[in-house]
């Protein structure tokens, strides 16, 4: 028998196969033989499992054809095929073989697991060559490449040939910018108060955030075959620190990861430790960049411009080294530490866009880590959606939890002893303060570690009453700071109150300006606080407030920035007089302030200040709650929801309880009496209106839920409120048990009663309802899908339980479908990874799920038979009987000419006219992929007459994909703009 292949030809070969079988599962090929093409669709059957696993259904000799139809050089024959599939089994092990016999079939059923997402086929086919290359002998490197082969993992060229310590010149470059040192040093270092990292540092979970399944008006669980979880639990896996060092990052599973979370969250704390652990137990190379310092430059001109000149420490850095240093991201070994998306000079909506354009090039072949502020990432398109997300978990008090409910959980206590490991009667002191029946909205805000950070300094400053709000707590912190600076830095009462009212006009200033938001130039700076030598400029500085950052690249002047942006904006709120500031337009940027996301915390923080009337708050909340946009109410809800979230801050608000009932009936919808059935709002709306729940006043959230979960009629409903209720808003709240326990006393839907008994054992651990409710639907159910599904929950709930680790067993060994008895090894795997190694290697190796930039795949073509395939695809839309046929061929013209309008028209009169749910939800993800800016005036006029604004009604199902669409053109469009194109 020859030997395997594994040289440049079989590579070519297998990678064409790839990029043929990708290019045609996304409905991607671009043929001038689209009948050929159609008529092989039902000879080669595909189905995405997930973003990452794809399901192949075919014979070798209608690859073949694909081959010769999809554009390309390289032709494959059926040994060539049969090879490279081989090549992905043995060599590459991306490919499950899913036959029940792999001898005398001619059919060929399986699955390709990929390492990026779906649409990411130019990062699938890279990855293809990495993988290939790290995974070829030795020996057949070198009878490719001979003396001359390819370099090594090691430091490589400079001048002369001299070997380059690059991980030394990381390491030193992390130690030059203080990456070692706690954020909050720079405000308390004065004082003698500096910690290192390690000395406080208290780690934080983490939970992935995932793309939820969602349900409102779209599914009706009685009729549906599954169930989906809750959507406040956004979780997929909570991880914590360790396990997400190891789990996550040693083994390599992601080259894009983003942390997200509120100001103040500890994002740039998690990230300086992941660079720590990375120098100490690889040789990969963290790369640190404060996105703020870019200031124009791209990514790949601030790493060759600035931060390698700096690093190698030189003026003028040779060629061949920065050669050298491109190499590195070549090979793979760059972590780039991308921190605070957020805070750079752009509008917050462009920044995401952005960094996505500059992760090209040799850049895109380093594995990332972003921070971000949580309303930038989530508000509008985000064109970062590919990035594996992750968002910290705040200090836990150490709620019951199925782990355990020691002291040992009580992160803010832990935070609070390092914090005064020298002075322990002042930790006891401000925990006792805390225990407090009347702190318990204090004790939720110190959650946060920056805020808990800032209690702990002015505690020890000056022990006494508590603050209940941010920016009571912020104007706390800097009362706290003069008064300790007082001896180095003296100064008057008055002189603080013009520095105050100074540094709030150059707060509100700033972030009025987009381009200087957290940049402030030197000139800029002195226009509000006059001349840096003498007066509050110098004061500014030598308190810490303002902070010289570096220089200007294009001005050559010195830029400024706040200690941390949530000073920033308490000063810009303590600069506001007048609540109409907030709706009134910016003269630079007309926009109502209360839509753009720089401006959400200043409001927060605002309508927290104690010097503010309650009856001006009143009218500000009001105003708020009664805005009517006149262009269908998209800007109607917004404007409620940031009504929603301000009554946390203003809990003394007569309004607040109508308004998170309203949020609740929002959520969750209401029982219509006359018409005997429950009646459900729209996803966008149900979506916003849980994430506003979650960030309202907490004791007024509980109270409403607690009175749903009481007086709901529909089981689902109830199901979903008590699990929210239990397990996120309020840990083990006993009104959420006892719904769910009544769920499984009355309800006989088998489906219903596993997810309620699974949420159960989840919100009370160790439920002995919940256990046996799970095992008794083991036990009687039909579906062997079911089954194991169910015998997963129980192990996950009860990991000791015998009957959920046999019947996972049982159907490992002889499930009727081969499916069924893989995922029960995994299952079993994950339920006892340490009891079980022969099953773990028995199980096919899980793949990366990496997710990265989608990237828009063209096929190399040359103008003729670019504008010869654009005339085909339009004459082949205009012939079309088959609304689905005509989906696709649109959808491929877009992707060939985007902006096309004919593509664009087409795909809008399919979603309006279509009687077909499934095509309907199609052609709206089609559209949301392939539509531009510009475009939007095209989609509102065209959609805004079927866009649903009567929702709950028996047309709600043929409006709903164009109510999202409108919704997602206003998420990314400013107010005025979109009510002037609403209006033409």
């Known amino acids: 028998m020859a030997r395997p292949s594994y040289g440049p030809e079989a590579k070519k070969r297998s990678r064409r196969l790839l990029e043929v079988l990708l290019t045609y599962a996304n409905d991607a090929i671009a043929t001038q033989d689209e009948a050929t093409l159609e008529a092989l669709r039902p000879q080669i059957q595909t189905r995405w499992l997930s973003e990452h696993r794809l399901v192949i259904r075919t014979k070798l000799r209608f690859l073949q054809a694909l081959t010769t139809l999809a554009p390309g050089e390289i032709q494959l024959n059926a040994e060539h095929i049969k090879e490279a599939l081989k090549r992905f089994t043995d060599f590459l092990e991306i490919l499950e073989d899913n036959r029940p016999a792999r001898s005398g079939s001619e059919t060929w059923h399986f699955t390709l697991n990929l390492w990026h997402t779906r649409h990411d086929i130019a990062g699938n086919l890279q990855k293809f060559d990495v993988e ?29 040939g001299e070997i380059i310590d690059w991980w030394g010149i990381c390491r030193d470059a992390l130690m030059a910018q203080n990456h070692q040192r706690l954020t909050t040093n720079p405000l308390t270092s004065a004082d003698g108060v500096s910690f290192e990292l390690d000395q406080v540092y208290v780690p934080l979970g983490l939970v992935e955030r995932k793309h939820r399944r969602r349900y409102g008006s779209d599914v009706n669980p009685q009729e549906g075959s599954r169930l989906y979880e809750p959507e406040d639990t956004e979780v997929t896996q909570i991880f914590n620190h360790e396990e997400f060092l190891q789990q996550l990052l040693r083994e390599q599973q992601s080259q894009r990861i983003a942390i997200v979370g509120e100001p103040g969250a500890g994002k740039t704390t998690l990230l300086q430790k992941i660079a720590a652990w990375l120098l100490e137990n690889t040789q ?58 957020d805070e750079m000079a752009l509008e917050s909506s462009q920044a995401l866009a952005k960094i996505a354009s500059y992760l090209t090039g040799w850049v895109a072949d380093a594995r990332v880590i972003l921070t971000c502020r949580l309303n930038v990432w989530d508000g509008g398109k985000n064109a970062l959606q590919s990035f594996q997300t992750y968002r910290n978990l705040n200090f836990s008090y150490g709620e019951k939890s199925a782990l355990n409910s020691s002291d040992s959980c009580n992160q803010v206590a832990q935070f609070i002893r390092r914090w005064f490991q020298d002075n322990p009667n002042s930790a006891e002191s401000l925990q006792a303060e805390l225990a407090q029946p009347e702190r318990r909205r204090l004790k939720d805000a110190v959650k946060n570690p920056l805020r808990l950070a800032l209690l702990c300094r002015t505690w020890g400053l ?32 008055t002189q603080r109150q ?16 987009e381009e200087t938001k957290f940049r402030l130039r030197h000139r800029f700076v002195c226009q509000v606080l006059g001349a840096p030598d003498d007066g509050m400029f110098q004061l500014a500085l030598q308190l810490g407030w303002l902070n010289h950052v570096g220089i200007s690249e294009t001005q050559g002047e010195r830029v400024y920035a706040f200690y941390h942006p949530t000073f920033q904006e308490y000063f810009a709120a303590q600069a506001i007089t007048d609540w109409r500031f907030f709706f009134n337009c910016n003269s630079s940027h007309p926009s109502y302030r209360i839509f753009a996301p720089q401006w959400r915390e200043v409001i927060l923080l605002w309508l927290g200040r104690d010097d503010i009337s309650p009856t001006y708050k009143e009218e500000f909340i009001q105003a708020l709650t009664a805005f009517n946009d006149g262009c269908g109410g998209y800007y109607s809800y917004q404007a409620y929801f940031v009504a929603a979230q301000g009554i946390a801050e203003f809990t003394d608000c007569q309004q607040a309880q109508k308004i998170v009932q309203q949020l609740v009936k929002w959520r969750f919808g209401y029982y219509k009496f006359n018409a005997q059935q429950q009646l459900r709002y729209l996803a966008p709306i149900v979506e916003c209106a849980r994430v506003s729940l979650l960030k309202t006043d907490r004791p007024k959230a509980i109270a409403a839920l607690e009175q749903f979960v009481t007086s709901s009629q529909n089981e689902f409903d109830i199901w979903n409120a008590a699990y929210s209720l239990g397990k996120v808003f309020d840990p083990g709240n006993q009104i959420a048990i006892a719904g769910l326990e009544k769920i499984l006393q009355t309800v006989r839907y088998e489906a219903l009663r596993w997810q309620a008994a699974y949420s159960l054992g989840k919100v009370d651990p160790g439920n002995q309802i919940a256990i046996a409710t799970l095992l008794e639907i083991i036990t009687s159910t039909k579906s062997e899908s079911t089954r194991r599904k169910v015998a997963y929950s129980l192990g996950k709930i009860d990991a000791k339980n015998a009957v959920a680790i046999s019947t996972l067993e049982k159907i490992a060994a002889s499930a009727t479908d081969p499916s069924q008895s893989r995922q029960a090894l995994e299952n079993l795997a994950t339920l006892h990874s340490d009891k079980l190694s022969s099953v773990v290697n028995s199980i096919p190796a899980q793949f990366p799920k990496t997710r990265r930039r989608k990237r828009k795949t063209k096929p190399p073509s040359s103008y003729y038979s670019l504008n010869f395939q654009i005339a085909e695809l339009t004459q082949g839309i205009a012939l079309a009987e088959d609304e689905d046929i005509q989906r696709r061929r649109a959808y491929k013209l877009a992707q060939l000419v985007p902006g096309n309008l004919i593509a664009l028209n087409t795909l809008l009169q ?41 929702f709950i009604n028996d047309e709600r199902e043929r409006c709903r994909d164009c109510y999202k669409l409108i919704w997602h053109c206003a998420d990314n469009m400013d107010y005025l703009d979109f009510s002037q194109i609403w209006h033409q």
Request: glycine share 10%; with cysteine.
């Open 132 to 160: 290939w290359e790290n995974r070829r002998p030795e020996k057949s490197k070198q009878v490719a490449g001979g003396e001359g082969g390819e370099g090594g993992q090691g430091g490589q060229g400079g001048q002369g």
């Open 284 to 341: 990969d190379l963290p790369i640190w960049v404060d996105l703020a310092d870019l200031q124009g430059k791209t990514l790949e001109q601030y790493l060759i411009q600035a931060w390698l000149p700096a690093a190698v420490r030189k003026l003028r850095v040779p060629g061949e080294v920065e050669e050298a240093f491109c190499e590195q991201f070549n090979q793979g070994r760059v972590w780039l530490f991308l921190d605070a998306v």
């Open 462 to 493: 000056t022990q006494g009453r508590l603050p209940t709000t941010k920016a009571m707590l912020y104007e706390r912190f800097v009362e706290s700071i003069y008064e300790w600076k007082q001896d180095r830095f003296p100064t008057t009462s």
């Open 498 to 513: 013009q520095l105050n009212r100074a540094l709030g006009e150059l707060a509100l200033l700033a972030i009025s300006q």
């Open 910 to 950: 399919l979603i309006k006219s279509s009687k077909n749910e499934t095509l309907r939800k199609r052609t709206a993800d089609n559209i949301k992929e392939i539509l531009l800016p510009e475009q939007f005036p095209n989609a509102i006029a065209s959609l805004k007459n079927c866009s649903c604004q009567q």
